[in-house]
């Protein structure tokens, strides 16, 4: 198959690396010339795409280009990208009026555009609330999840000072297990359910800034349909389907005893929720992406394993963003991983060493070395095993949580004790 992944920042070049190990005819597209680094020597970056009826197949690798992924699905099967997706994700009251529209359940919310009115509505709720802003240009790095109204009001009062923001959402918080549920989905059904428990936070104790995922599990649903699944995330599934919805989306979620409650959508490759479902699938995601492009049969997709746990890796100055391209080293050696175990570590700021095939090194991109993908029959094997993987690297200035299992296993036994990952199966 011919496959074309198009990127901005090139989170998604490991899975174009993947897909060319698996015999696939493979053009990777990296907007950014920077980003165009990473993975160089395994499997190189173009500046164009070319002609889209040259392809098989069209990959968005993130959100944001969904004009662009509409036009091109036009002449060739595409996803991974939509003006749908990227209005879901990306404006936090579209996306909340749609599960609202689903009848996916959300914790109460109000849109605010004077910061006067927020404070207001902080005051007379006396509850902990969630700080998101949207519209145009904000700056979603300022969302704020508070202890308390009083811990809310002083971080407007400090974020106000310095970044104030022109339009935001203020949702109550729900306490319950977080955990993210996915399907991908074309006309004819959805396909390969899973969940994924992640831990966001920098450092052990979910501490610090938050990094997308520190590190997480992931599990597939099998051939059933979880009541989570149920009480959720379908519930979207043919409203979606009216609209032509084509790929994957995930409805990260709060589950309580009394019910699961729709926070964000994430209708794009969850990183690194994806890669671990790329080695649990028992078919090469090459092909699983194109069936579902296509509206193809789709073979039995019975896990090959039952968990796949991931922890990520870093150096300074990750997870800092935005910061003089000087500072992210380049050229560091990367020791106990070698190419040909690529397909159990997530790649992202790594390269081959010039005239040195055998070698890895740091790409110099942002510092988010990548992430291990260890499997097992339990979420205790599988992060023994990642955690066996880590101990192997030798990285200078590496950094890591090392307290995730625990965490996930406590969230892991809530769902399971209340009965939200028994499964019935559906017509």
């Given at each position: 198959?011919?496959?074309?992944?198009?990127?901005?920042w090139n989170?998604?070049?490991?899975?174009?690396?993947?897909?060319?190990?698996?015999?696939?005819?493979?053009?990777?597209?990296?907007?950014?010339?920077?980003?165009?680094?990473?993975?160089?020597?395994?499997?190189d970056?173009?500046?164009?795409?070319?002609?889209?009826?040259?392809?098989?197949?069209?990959?968005?690798?993130?959100?944001?280009l969904?004009?662009?992924?509409?036009?091109s699905?036009?002449?060739?099967?595409?996803?991974?990208?939509?003006?749908?997706?990227?209005?879901?994700e990306?404006?936090?009251?579209?996306?909340?009026?749609?599960?609202?529209?689903?009848?996916?359940?959300?914790?109460?919310?109000?849109h605010?555009?004077d910061v006067?009115?927020?404070?207001?509505?902080?005051?007379?709720?006396?509850?902990?609330?969630?700080?998101?802003?949207?519209?145009?240009?904000?700056d979603?790095?300022?969302?704020?999840?508070?202890?308390?109204?009083?811990?809310?009001?002083?971080?407007?009062?400090?974020l106000?000072?310095?970044?104030?923001?022109?339009?935001?959402?203020?949702?109550?918080?729900?306490?319950?297990?977080?955990?993210?549920?996915?399907?991908?989905?074309?006309?004819?059904g959805?396909?390969?359910?899973?969940?994924t428990?992640?831990?966001?936070?920098?450092m052990?104790?979910?501490?610090?800034?938050?990094?997308?995922?520190?590190?997480?599990?992931?599990?597939?649903?099998?051939?059933?349909?979880?009541?989570?699944?149920?009480?959720?995330?379908?519930?979207?599934?043919?409203?979606?389907?009216?609209?032509?919805?084509?790929?994957m989306?995930?409805?990260?979620?709060?589950?309580?005893?009394?019910?699961?409650?729709?926070?964000?959508?994430?209708?794009?490759?969850?990183?690194?929720?994806?890669?671990?479902?790329?080695?649990?699938?028992?078919?090469?995601?090459?092909?699983?992406?194109?069936?579902?492009?296509?509206?193809?049969?789709?073979?039995?997709?019975?896990?090959?394993?039952?968990?796949?746990?991931?922890?990520r890796?870093?150096?300074?100055?990750?997870?800092?963003?935005?910061l003089?391209?000087k500072?992210?080293?380049?050229?560091?050696?990367?020791?106990?991983?070698?190419?040909?175990?690529?397909?159990?570590?997530?790649?992202r700021?790594?390269?081959?060493?010039?005239?040195?095939?055998?070698?890895?090194?740091?790409?110099?991109?942002?510092?988010?070395?990548?992430?291990?993908?260890?499997?097992?029959?339990?979420?205790?094997?599988?992060?023994?095993?990642?955690?066996?993987?880590?101990?192997?690297?030798?990285?200078?200035?590496?950094?890591?949580?090392?307290?995730l299992?625990?965490?996930?296993?406590?969230?892991?036994?809530?769902?399971?004790?209340?009965?939200?990952?028994?499964?019935?199966?559906g017509?």
């Open positions: 198959m011919r496959i074309c992944f198009i990127s901005r989170e998604g070049g490991w899975f174009a690396w993947l897909c060319k190990q698996a015999g696939h005819d493979v053009m990777l597209v990296v907007e950014d010339d920077h980003y165009a680094k990473a993975l160089s020597g395994l499997i970056a173009k500046p164009s795409p070319g002609n889209a009826a040259d392809y098989d197949l069209i990959v968005y690798d993130t959100s944001g969904g004009e662009d992924a509409d036009e699905r036009l002449i060739t099967p595409t996803i991974g990208g939509s003006k749908l997706a990227d209005t879901l990306h404006d936090r009251v579209a996306g909340l009026e749609f599960m609202e529209r689903c009848g996916i359940r959300v914790p109460p919310w109000e605010f555009t006067a009115d927020g404070i207001r509505y902080i005051k007379q709720r006396k509850r902990p609330v969630v700080f998101k802003p949207c519209g145009d240009g904000a979603t790095s300022c969302t704020y999840v508070s202890t308390s109204a009083e811990d809310m009001l002083q971080y407007i009062d400090v106000y000072r310095k970044n104030p923001q022109k339009e935001f959402v203020l949702q109550e918080v729900v306490k319950g297990t977080e955990v993210s549920v996915e399907m991908w989905m074309n006309e004819s959805f396909y390969a359910v899973n969940m428990l992640e831990a966001k936070k920098l052990a104790g979910n501490i610090g800034p938050a990094t997308g995922c520190a590190g997480n599990v992931l599990w597939m649903a099998g051939l059933g349909e979880p009541t989570v699944f149920q009480r959720g995330l379908k519930k979207a599934f043919e409203p979606l389907r009216e609209l032509g919805y084509v790929g989306i995930d409805l990260n979620s709060i589950v309580t005893d009394e019910d699961v409650f729709g926070l964000e959508w994430t209708p794009r490759f969850g990183y690194e929720g994806t890669c671990n479902l790329t080695r649990l699938l028992p078919i090469d995601f090459g092909e699983f992406m194109g069936r579902i492009a296509e509206n193809a049969p789709m073979p039995t997709l019975t896990p090959k394993e039952a968990f796949c746990s991931s922890i890796i870093g150096i300074p100055p990750y997870p800092l963003s935005e003089p391209k500072l992210y080293r380049e050229g560091v050696p990367i020791e106990g991983l070698s190419p040909d175990k690529l397909e159990h570590f997530f790649a700021d790594v390269r081959l060493e010039e005239n040195n095939e055998d070698r890895l090194e740091t790409a110099g991109v942002d510092g988010w070395i990548g992430s291990v993908l260890a499997v097992g029959p339990t979420l205790h094997n599988s992060f023994s095993a990642a955690t066996d993987m880590v101990k192997a690297l030798k990285i200078p200035d590496m950094m890591y949580r090392n307290d299992e625990p965490n996930f296993v406590k969230r892991y036994l809530e769902l399971r004790d209340g009965g939200w990952l028994r499964t019935s199966y017509t």
